[in-house]
């Protein structure tokens, strides 16, 4: 994709306005195109507008950046899982889950990641770039295709890529996605997952989004984190924490805490206990997930019966916490990323 093709989608209505002003079109347009892209068309779908100025469009930029590869289905539960294909030829996965309380889904912000945690697929090429706003915006509208009637609801940033790695494009895709004129998804029904990248975390609480943050914590002290988390080499979890309690101060919203248990990592009784320790005090809700093994990596899932004393002592310790319910466990096969686990960060 060259540099200079425009991607409408993922302008702000203000430069939306300016770019058609080099077309020669009147600013009052950005409105209805704006409001057209964000429903999901394309230029040619766009009736109200003068043919001339949608093959200016089409010969300008991009409408919709993003296709669906392939779909596969849950027998189970009817989760979708996806492969985006994107203008260049990458692709990227996502996860359409359905929920009592609406459909969710699991968005990508990078090709890859850099991240490098041991547990994890997405990491294991590297990263091979950075999604832009309209190819994240264009996987909300590629589920809402499929979901025909119903629309997508709630957002997470927990697909492939480490959002905060890719700051500004993030940040424009949630001003985006929650605008009033285009698919007004409410800020909290949205939540961002992050490592811990310190300073995008405080950033990020400046924003005046109040989105809900996760941080895939992963082990309760520092040198279980680093055996498994390289970014626990640049930030201490105590420093990682101090800015998630600024998140919060600023925001007002309660902390996601993300544990994957891994078999004789970081999922007997004890870690229980220091992560309980660690917490104590703070306004968060911890999400239990089974590992998704990585054969690569040697690295196991634990047992109901492990979740379940770590549960235990969580909550003898009265640290609010639940299991991750698990969606759509025939069609995973070997994602290590975009997990079949249940995002109940929102209704837990
Ligand atoms: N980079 C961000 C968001 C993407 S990952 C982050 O680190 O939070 C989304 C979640 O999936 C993270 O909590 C991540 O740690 C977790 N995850 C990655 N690989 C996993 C695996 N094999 N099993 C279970 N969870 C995994």
Redesign the pocket.
């Known amino acids: 994709m060259t540099e200079n093709v425009i991607q409408w989608m993922g302008l702000y209505p203000e430069e939306m306005r300016e770019e058609l002003g080099k077309l020669g079109e009147k600013p009052f347009r950005a409105g209805q195109v704006f409001s057209w892209l964000h429903k999901g068309a394309r230029f040619s779908e766009m009736t109200n507008l003068s043919l001339s100025l949608r093959e200016k469009l089409s010969q300008s930029g991009v409408d919709q950046p993003v296709e669906i590869r392939q779909a596969r289905v849950s027998h189970l539960d009817g989760t979708k899982k996806f492969l985006f294909s994107l203008m260049d030829g990458n692709c990227v996965e996502g996860v359409l889950m359905r929920y009592r309380y609406g459909a969710t889904l699991c968005v990508s912000t990078q090709v890859g990641?850099r991240?490098g945690?041991r547990?994890?697929?997405s990491t294991l090429d590297g990263c091979v770039r950075n999604l832009t706003a309209a190819e994240m915006l264009g996987q909300v509208q590629c589920a809402n295709r499929e979901l025909k009637e119903e629309r997508v609801h709630n957002i997470v940033?927990?697909?492939s890529?480490?959002?905060f790695d890719n700051y500004d494009k993030v940040v424009r895709f949630l001003r985006l996605v929650s605008h009033p004129d285009g698919l007004n998804i409410g800020i909290r029904h949205i939540s961002v997952?992050?490592?811990g990248l310190v300073p995008q975390i405080r950033r990020f609480a400046g924003e005046g989004l109040g989105v809900t943050l996760?941080l895939?914590l992963?082990a309760p002290n520092d040198e279980i984190r680093k055996q498994i988390m390289p970014i626990a080499n640049r930030y201490t979890i105590s420093e990682t924490l101090d800015a998630c309690r600024y998140y919060l101060e600023k925001t007002g919203r309660r902390i996601v805490i993300?544990y994957?248990l891994i078999d004789r990592v970081n999922a007997d009784e004890q870690c229980a206990e220091e992560l309980a320790k660690l917490l104590r005090g703070m306004q968060c809700h911890v999400n239990l997930?089974p590992?998704?093994t990585?054969k690569e990596r040697a690295l196991f899932g634990v047992t109901e019966d492990q979740v379940r004393r770590f549960l235990d002592v969580l909550e003898k310790r009265h640290i609010s916490a639940t299991r991750r319910r698990e969606m759509g466990d025939d069609i995973e096969g070997a994602c290590?990323?975009l997990?079949k686990k249940i995002m109940r960060e929102e209704n837990p």
């Open positions: 990641c991240m945690c547990f994890c697929a940033l927990m697909g890529g480490e959002p997952s992050t490592c996760s895939s992963h993300e994957a997930i590992l998704n990585v290590g990323q997990r």
